[in-house]
């Protein structure tokens, strides 16, 4: 079974453009979480979405969006990036929505800001 | 407040000198921890799930075990290529569906 695709693997955007990232879940899994990931702050959840939901988000700003498509898909989507989004992101998916649930994880996209 | 603390930050072994890595939790109604194991530049890859304290899982060169405070992760004669960060998590006990992590252990295993 494929695992956790993300696309694109890398990216490099300038201080004040928008960035979208995508995700596919392993087949069959409903459920989507993202995080971000820096050296300072370790791993930090983003949002999850479940069912074309977002049933949870993180401390984050505004900037920072998210949808889930009918086949489970997943983008997210930072706007207005500043120097402090440079990370790497990651996506992980689940079979259902128990907390319990093992998260799988994708690659990850690594965005550079300039 | 849930929080994972990881120890040591960083360990460095020579091939086949077993260690053990900490994982300290606080969190109201621990409902599992995972260990994933993550190489620099990828996402982290899952390991084990232990849900209750007593409970041990067991892969290859590593074992993991879990108290009522903190779970460890046993290293038996490791080789360079366990060489990678082991992070935990707990889900967050608030009831939102996502993982609270600590900070790692980087493994460093020279020959």
């Known amino acids: 079974k494929a695992g956790v695709t993300q696309t694109p693997r890398y990216l490099i955007k300038t201080r004040g453009q928008q960035v979208t990232l995508s995700c596919s879940p392993i087949s069959g899994h409903r459920s989507v979480s993202w995080y971000q990931q820096t050296p300072g702050q370790g791993l930090q959840f983003l949002f999850e979405?479940?069912?074309?939901?977002?049933?949870n988000k993180g401390n984050f700003p505004g900037r920072f969006s998210g949808r889930q498509f009918s086949n489970s898909r997943s983008e997210m989507n930072v706007s207005t990036l500043e120097l402090g989004d440079s990370a790497l992101y990651l996506c992980?998916?689940?079979?259902?929505?128990?907390?319990?649930?093992?998260?799988?994880f994708g690659p990850g996209t690594r965005l550079t800001v300039l | 407040e849930d929080q994972v603390t990881q120890s040591p930050e960083a360990l460095r072994l020579q091939e086949g000198e077993s260690s053990s890595l900490n994982c300290s939790y606080t969190?109201?109604?621990?409902?599992?921890l995972f260990w994933y194991r993550q190489d620099p530049g990828k996402g982290p890859e899952f390991l084990f799930t232990?849900?209750?304290a007593g409970e041990e899982k067991e892969k290859e060169r590593l074992k993991a075990t879990l108290t009522k405070k903190e779970s460890f992760l046993h290293i038996t004669a490791p080789k360079p290529e366990d060489s990678a960060t082991y992070l935990c998590?707990?889900?967050?006990?608030?009831?939102?569906?996502?993982?609270?992590f600590g900070a790692g252990t980087r493994l460093a295993v020279h020959p």
């Open positions: 969190v109201s109604g621990l409902r599992g």
């Open positions: 992980a998916s689940r079979q259902g929505r128990s907390g319990t649930d093992t998260q799988y």
């Open positions: 232990l849900y209750s």
């Open positions: 998590a707990v889900p967050f006990s608030g009831g939102y569906n996502k993982l609270i």
């Open positions: 979405y479940f069912s074309e939901t977002q049933r």
